[in-house]
């Protein structure tokens, strides 16, 4: 059973940054991603990273605003995040894909285990 252990999370100000990092217990991931959630609203995929290349991807709103990047020597996942705005509020998860992929996965059931979660706050 993997374990994810997530951390980084906390209050800042509109236009502060925070680093996220997502601590896994194995290694031999094919994908590793950040989802996030805000109450009364679906979770969404928010950045991934193809393990083996560092190859990223990111949800649009995002992108120019977050970074993901990992350890691979740490099994560490990491996601920067800067300009931050009140409407990225959310619970963030980290999740892992153990079954093989080439290509980016962006959809919750695409992924095999989670994290429970650290809180991002921004107030304006």
């Known amino acids: 059973q993997v374990q994810l252990t997530e951390s980084g999370g906390g209050l800042v100000q509109a236009g502060g940054s925070l680093r996220l990092s997502c601590a896994a217990s194995?290694?031999?991931?094919?994908?590793m991603g950040w989802f996030r959630q805000a109450p009364g609203k679906e979770r969404e995929f928010v950045a991934g990273i193809m393990w083996r290349t560092a190859t990223t991807f990111y949800e649009d709103s995002v992108k120019g605003r977050f970074t993901a990047s990992r350890d691979y020597a740490k099994n560490t996942l990491y996601l920067q995040m800067n300009n931050l705005k009140p409407e990225d509020t959310a619970l963030y998860s980290c999740a892992v894909r153990t079954r093989y992929s080439s290509i980016s996965r962006t959809r919750a059931y695409e992924y095999d285990f989670w994290g429970l979660g650290t809180q991002v706050t921004v107030s304006s």
């Open positions: 194995e290694d031999g991931y094919y994908t």
